[in-house]
């Protein structure tokens, strides 16, 4: 039964005109390698990513540096370019994705640079009317590629001089090395049992010092406040008990024990001798 179904993605426009032939012509980007292993395919389909669609499509990133772009320039979904990154066998097909990635990362240096350099033309308009232009130079882009390019002569020194990921690289570092220092004065702190037993201990041997200079006098009019503060306790816990006695009688009765049963003297009922 013959497959009728129209490819999602057609064949791209071959002849001198298509975006791959000048390439072709050139030989191929340079930096790109193109004698690397394809991936390889269990059948060959209109629409499907051939040994020369994967060099079509290298040399198309390396030109764009998207790889959207580089599917929409092969006439192919992105997906199957992913899928072809990740197949067992794609280390070759990997190694000239990552090169031709390389070149893209040089392009846009490239157009920075050009950018630095040369700036930004800009219309100038006034009530809806071109009326001018102008030029603008970004002096953040120059110091930034100035501090990259040459960081001996640009950086302002510390972290500032550093780049992007190695200002991120030093980020994560500094958080392991606290988090290390964290755990180590950690380890090394004692507890609040410790420092409350350290500290009672200290104002006891305080204490103990401070008795040892008092004078007779002194040292009796310490025992009776002792005495007096100890009175004052039992005192507060007495009216405490009969604050609650008073305020609950329900629990006072059921807690106080039966008179007649404990007392010899008052008669039993019948019922209630053994």
């Known amino acids: 039964m013959a497959d009728n179904r129209t490819p999602v993605h057609p064949e791209p426009v071959e002849g001198p005109d298509s975006p791959t ?9 340079p930096g790109v390698p193109q004698d690397f292993t394809p991936v390889p395919r269990l059948c060959d389909r209109s629409n499907g990513w051939k040994p020369e669609v994967q060099r079509r499509f290298i040399e ?4 764009t540096g998207s790889v959207k772009a580089a599917c929409r320039r092969v006439g192919r979904a992105d997906h199957g370019a992913y899928l072809l990154r990740r197949h067992p066998e794609g280390a070759g097909f990997r190694a000239a994705w990552d090169a031709a990635l390389d070149l893209g990362v040089r392009r ?3 157009a920075a640079m050009d ?6 033309e800009e219309t100038i308009h006034y009530h809806g009317e071109l009326v001018g232009h102008r030029r603008r130079y970004n002096e953040r882009l120059v110091m930034f590629i100035l501090r990259n390019r040459a960081p001996d002569r640009f950086a302002e020194g510390g972290s500032r001089g550093l780049s992007a990921v190695d ?3 030093m980020k994560r570092l500094k958080q392991e090395w606290r988090a290390e220092w964290a755990a180590e004065q950690q380890a090394n702190e004692p507890s609040i049992e410790d420092v409350r037993a350290e500290i009672l201990a200290r104002v ?9 200079r008092w004078t007779p006098r002194e040292q009796e009019l310490h025992a009776e406040l002792a005495a007096e503060r100890a009175r004052r306790e039992a005192r507060e ?4 008990r009969e604050r609650f006695a008073r305020d609950n009688p329900q629990w006072c009765r059921r807690d106080e024990p039966d008179e007649a049963a404990t007392d010899p003297q008052v ?6 001798r053994d």
């Open 21 to 29: 032939a000048h390439a072709e012509e050139r030989g191929g980007t």
């Open 60 to 63: 198309a990133l390396a030109e």
């Open 108 to 110: 846009i240096e490239d």
């Open 115 to 120: 950018r630095a350099l040369n700036g930004v």
């Open 167 to 169: 200002r991120m690289r």
């Open 204 to 212: 006891e041997a305080i204490g103990a010092v401070s008795r040892r």
């Open 237 to 240: 816990e007495q009216e405490a």
């Open 267 to 272: 008669p039993l009922l019948e019922g209630e």
